[in-house]
T-cell receptor, first 115, second 110 residues
Framework: GAVVSQHPSRVICKSGTSVKIECRSL??????MFWYRQFPKQSLMLMAT?????????EQGVEKDKFLINHASLTLSTLTVTSAHPEDSSFYIC???????????FGSGTRLTVV | DAKTTQPPSMDCAEGRAANLPCNHSTISGNEYVYWYRQIHSQGPQYIIH???NNETNEMASLIITEDRKSSTLILPHATLRDTAGYYCIAVYNQGGKLIFGQGTELSVKP
């Protein structure tokens, strides 16, 4: 139980285009989801908290117009990287609070490469 | 959320117990201690969490000091597959944000 599915696992896009990453809770409802990114040999950095039916809350220094988050249902949150540039290349990971014995469950991550 | 401090790296012999320490001296009474691990290029995997009492599950044991200022994650019989980054995080259980510190890179050696 408490599975979070993240797609795609890898994506390569051209500079200036937009990329959408999906995060789904498969067997539980997630009122709140979280989005992280991770650069090589670094820890995970929280980007934003995604709340179902309301606007996301962004961490300081994260551009909300560049990283669009939509949490339209209790099982789906999406992160869209708009007008991607090479410096946006990173590992993006989502998480949801499953609760109980499962704690916070993470997706398998998306490797974004902008060329 | 309380800050946590962990050694950047540790080695452990295969088959031995791996004891990973974490300092969270500013933890508040409502904050839980969560442990996650991350194998390269994968999402973090939940290991265990606790508030005051020691906890054990099929993956590990969590020992929390009486003053709650530090904790130790114990992998009782480390295998090569336990080589990963381990993160200790203090968080309010109901919807609090997981803020990752630098964690400990555990290397299990044959």
């Amino acid at each position: 139980g408490a599975v979070v599915s993240q797609h795609p696992s890898r994506v390569i896009c051209k500079s200036g285009t937009s990329v959408k990453i999906e995060c789904r809770s498969l067997d539980f409802q997630a009122t709140t989801m979280f989005w992280y990114r991770q650069f090589p040999k670094q820890s995970l950095m929280l980007m934003a908290t995604s709340n179902e039916g309301s606007k996301a809350t962004y961490e300081q220094g994260v551009e909300k117009d560049k990283f669009l988050i939509n949490h339209a249902s209790l099982t789906l949150s999406t992160l869209t990287v708009t007008s991607a540039h090479p410096e946006d290349s990173s590992f993006y990971i989502c998480s949801a609070l499953a609760g109980g014995a499962y704690g916070y469950t993470f997706g398998s991550g998306t490797r974004l490469t902008v060329v | 959320d309380a800050k946590t401090t962990q050694p950047p790296s540790m080695d452990c012999a295969e088959g031995r117990a791996a004891n990973l320490p974490c300092n969270h001296s500013t933890i508040s009474g409502n904050e839980y201690v969560y442990w996650y691990r991350q194998i390269h290029s994968q999402g973090p995997q939940y290991i265990i969490h606790g508030l005051k009492n020691n906890e054990t599950n099929e993956m590990a044991s969590l020992i929390i000091t009486e003053d709650r200022k530090s904790s130790t994650l114990i992998l009782p019989h480390a295998t090569l597959r336990d080589t990963a980054g381990y993160y200790c995080i203090a968080v309010y259980n109901q919807g609090g944000k997981l803020i990752f510190g630098q964690g400990t890179e555990l290397s299990v050696k044959p």
